[in-house]
């Protein structure tokens, strides 16, 4: 199974993902494409031995011209399927429709609570009992597509929100390459 991974940051979870491919005698990460030029993803990328693209969007294009641009250089590659993980811009349905079905997404809450760009924050705000994340598929909307699994973990009293951020990062890097290993199995 051809992998692409989009991701617009650092690429904790690209990083775990290309580190799991690569004992998988199943998934081969092709490529890891960002939208932004100084994300640490795409050294991880080429310290890796992965093709690191680089595919801005400008000020004057729509996203369909971004997308159908994205569409045109993920095409060499040929991935069966497209793993964003920190990827922070919405897809057009002609993407969708392009990797119908095969598009999933890593968010930092117990969806459908906290969807948005800053699901820990949220979460820590809201001071709940518990937290966690949850891979689901992509659709139109933010955050918005059909769960696939989720992972929770406590809240721990008096921990701070970059102590809550780092230990719930740590539990995305180990649950996301497990359940793409699940998906891609067909036991999901
Ligand atoms: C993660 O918290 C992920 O759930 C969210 O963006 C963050 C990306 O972190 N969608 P990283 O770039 O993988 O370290």
């Known amino acids: ?11 904790s979870n690209a990083q775990a993902i ?5 004992t998988s005698d199943m998934a081969e990460v092709v490529c890891v494409l960002s939208d932004k030029k100084s994300a640490l993803v795409l050294e991880r990328a080429a310290t890796s031995g992965v ?6 969007k400008k000020k004057s294009e729509s996203r369909l011209d971004f997308d159908q641009k994205m569409i045109v250089r993920l095409a060499d590659y040929n991935p069966d399927w497209i793993v964003l993980a920190g990827f922070m811009k919405l897809l057009t349905p002609h ?16 969806l459908p609570l906290f969807p948005g760009t ?3 924050g949220d979460a820590f705000r809201a001071g709940g009992l518990e937290s966690g994340c949850t891979v689901h598929f992509v659709d139109e909307g933010m955050d918005t597509g059909k769960i696939i699994d989720q992972k929770k973990f406590e809240l721990i009293h008096g921990e701070s929100f970059e102590e809550f951020k780092a230990r719930g990062l740590k539990i995305e890097n180990e649950f996301y390459p497990m359940v793409l290993e699940k998906l891609f199995k067909g036991l999901l």
Do not use: C, E, Q
Not at 1 to 11: H, P
Not at 18 to 22: E, G, K, T, V
Not at 51 to 56: F, G, I, K, S, T
Not at 95 to 110: M, R, T
């Open 95 to 110: 993407f969708l429709n392009v990797f119908k079905n095969k598009i999933v997404n890593i968010h930092p809450s117990l």
């Open 51 to 56: 093709p690191a693209l680089l595919v801005r």
């Open 1 to 11: 199974i051809k992998i692409a991974i989009l991701a617009s940051g650092s690429g």
């Open 118 to 120: 800053d699901g820990y």
């Open 18 to 22: 290309m580190n799991w491919a690569r």
